[in-house]
């Protein structure tokens, strides 16, 4: 075997020398698969979040009781892990925490809950995650050189059904404000990917760093909406406390932080942020019978844009 071939066995925890002809080679094409399963579950929990979103918004529900289902549960229960290992996330830069923390915790939930009160759920799940691989890709460029933008044609026809996208709906002022909230959480959620990958944190040490300083951030601002405006949440419905509780808690909360945090130790930050610019698809078909929502022209092109460039780039690796 050429010692280029695999150069993440030792990094998977994989013996380096060869016993038996195939079996390095099985068991890194098993990780590789491993992690594009776990990746297509996340993919297929990001179109319920914004489907989530969506369906707060539509019941007056604001992001920030919203997000004490997200990251309450998650945030209890993950507790006594970060306190275990204290001294580990005592050895991450400050600058990672702040940038997995803003990235992917409450930050983030605020600004994509806020842009879903502006726009339907397939502009929104076009806009964060189509860009999130041009975001990321530049973001590496600037911190490792110009070899992450080695895939610049594909990026290149991402780029462009975002642009037309925005291009053929610009004029709309409740749209214009929630595109800007989507482009900022993408461009957060791409320094998050980054920052994940090079803190080395393992899949449950990241979900507890989420989860659990994103409620110690949460637990003022809950405190100023209740003596403010009252709470909203007693007042939901059973059945959509049900599914934001299934969503938020156990699917975003619990597994979608760790299967995403597997699957870019497994593919990489820059490929798990690209295949990711699917969850458009995944979550306009789920909205069209939830809510009604047709996709418009311009959705439509810049989300077979997106697609497209998506396939291009998996295809040239």
């Known amino acids: 075997m050429h010692p280029n071939s695999r150069p993440s066995l030792a990094a998977a925890g994989l ?17 590789e698969a491993l992690g594009w399963a776990a990746l297509a579950l996340t993919l297929a929990i990001w179109a319920a979040f914004f489907i989530s979103l969506r369906a707060g918004a539509r019941v007056a529900l604001p992001p920030v009781e919203l997000a004490l289902l997200r990251f309450g549960p998650a945030g209890l229960l993950f507790a ?3 306190w275990k290992r204290r001294a580990r996330f005592a050895a ?4 990672l925490w702040l940038l997995i923390v803003a990235g ?4 983030y939930f605020l600004i994509a809950g806020w842009g879903m009160r502006h726009a339907p759920v397939a502009d929104g799940a076009t806009l964060i995650p189509g860009t999130l691989p041009l975001f990321t890709a530049l973001l590496a460029a600037a911190l490792h050189g110009r070899a992450a933008l080695a895939r610049w044609p594909a990026l290149l026809c991402i780029a462009s059904g975002v642009a037309t996208m925005l291009a053929l709906k610009a004029g709309q002022a409740d749209l214009a404000q929630g ?10 959620w791409s320094a ?14 990241a979900a507890a760093l989420i989860s659990t300083v994103s409620l110690g951030l949460l637990l003022p601002l809950l405190v100023w909406q ?3 405006q009252g709470l909203a949440l007693p007042s939901l419905s059973g059945s959509q406390l049900l599914l934001q509780l299934a969503i938020q808690s156990v699917g975003v909360g619990l597994i979608s932080t760790l299967s995403y945090s597997y699957a870019v130790a ?9 295949a990711g610019a699917l969850t458009p698809v995944l979550a306009t078909l789920l909205a069209i019978p939830l809510f009604g929502e047709q996709p418009d022209g311009a959705t439509l092109i810049g989300m077979g844009l997106i697609a497209a460039g998506v396939l291009w780039s998996q295809r040239a690796r």
């Open 192 to 205: 998050y990917t980054l920052a994940l990958r090079e803190a080395k944190l393992a899949p449950l040490e």
């Open 179 to 188: 595109y800007a909230f989507f482009l900022l959480g993408s461009l957060m």
């Open 104 to 107: 992917a915790g409450l930050p």
């Open 15 to 31: 013996p380096s020398q060869s016993f038996g002809g195939r079996r390095p080679q099985q068991a890194w094409q098993q990780g």
């Open 226 to 228: 209740a003596g403010t």
């Open 80 to 82: 006594p892990l970060l």
């Open 266 to 274: 497994r593919l990489g930050a820059q490929r798990s942020a690209t």
């Open 92 to 95: 991450v830069p400050a600058r």
